[in-house]
């Protein structure tokens, strides 16, 4: 049972380079979502996919983009990257679909991002 | 706006202490609330959700209560063990909506 799988773990990037980050779940999950994590913030939502062919802004979406691959693909891609972006990110997926309340979320093992 | 705000952001305790961590929510109309464990380095692992219509649920020894109406919720944990150290994370849902808001967590150490 893979659950959510997270390519690379670890990224050096100089500021201004470009990359892809990748998520995949095979779970069968309809939500993905990415998120970074700051020392003393917590988590916070970068953009979600609310089901295959959707994807929305979440809190901070500036610097980034997202496809939908299909059902079991959602990637993040940073166009030129900065200092700011340094950060440890995660993907996670949920079956949620809008109508049950007891849809958790499951994590990827995370990127450590690093931008010099 | 949705905030969630997690006291202390860090706790010392020895092995066997009972102890409580906290957690409370700006916006009282949440889909449910889940509390979450993360070790160093790794991802987040889900411990105990709590629907909106719950008022507590429970796991080994772990318990996990929820008033809406005080926009609070707490995770009770029973004779700890040094295992235990961890970051623990509470995030909630709110209605209608799919994402999920998160505090920035209780990093917890138990002493052997």
């Known amino acids: 049972n893979a659950g959510v799988t997270q390519t690379p773990k670890f990224q050096v990037l100089k500021t201004g380079q470009s990359m892809t980050l990748q998520c995949a779940q095979d779970?069968?999950?309809?939500?993905m979502y990415w998120y970074r994590q700051d020392p003393g913030m917590g988590l916070r939502l970068i953009y979600y996919s609310a089901s295959e062919g959707t994807t929305d802004k979440g809190e901070v979406p500036n610097g980034y983009n997202v496809s939908r691959l299909n059902k079991r693909e959602f990637s993040l891609r940073l166009e030129s990257a900065a200092p700011s972006q340094t950060s440890v990110y995660f993907c996670?997926?949920?079956?949620?679909?809008?109508?049950?309340?007891?849809?958790?979320?499951?994590f990827g093992s995370g990127t450590q991002l690093s931008v010099l | 706006k949705q905030e969630v705000t997690q006291i202390p952001a860090a706790l010392s305790v020895p092995e066997g202490e009972n102890l409580v961590l906290n957690c409370s929510f700006t916006d009282s109309a949440i889909y449910n609330l889940q509390w979450f464990r993360q070790d160093p380095g790794k991802g987040l692992t889900s411990l105990l959700l709590i629907q909106s219509s719950q008022r507590e649920q429970t796991s080994g020894r772990l318990n996990a209560s929820l008033d809406k109406s005080s926009g609070r919720s707490t995770l009770y944990i029973a004779a700890s063990q040094p295992g235990d150290s961890a970051t623990y994370l509470c995030a909630v849902r709110n209605d209608g909506g799919f994402k999920t808001i998160f505090g920035a967590g209780t990093r917890l150490f138990v002493k052997a």
């Open positions: 779970m069968n999950h309809n939500s």
């Open positions: 996670a997926s949920s079956p949620i679909t809008g109508s049950l309340p007891n849809e958790k979320l499951f």
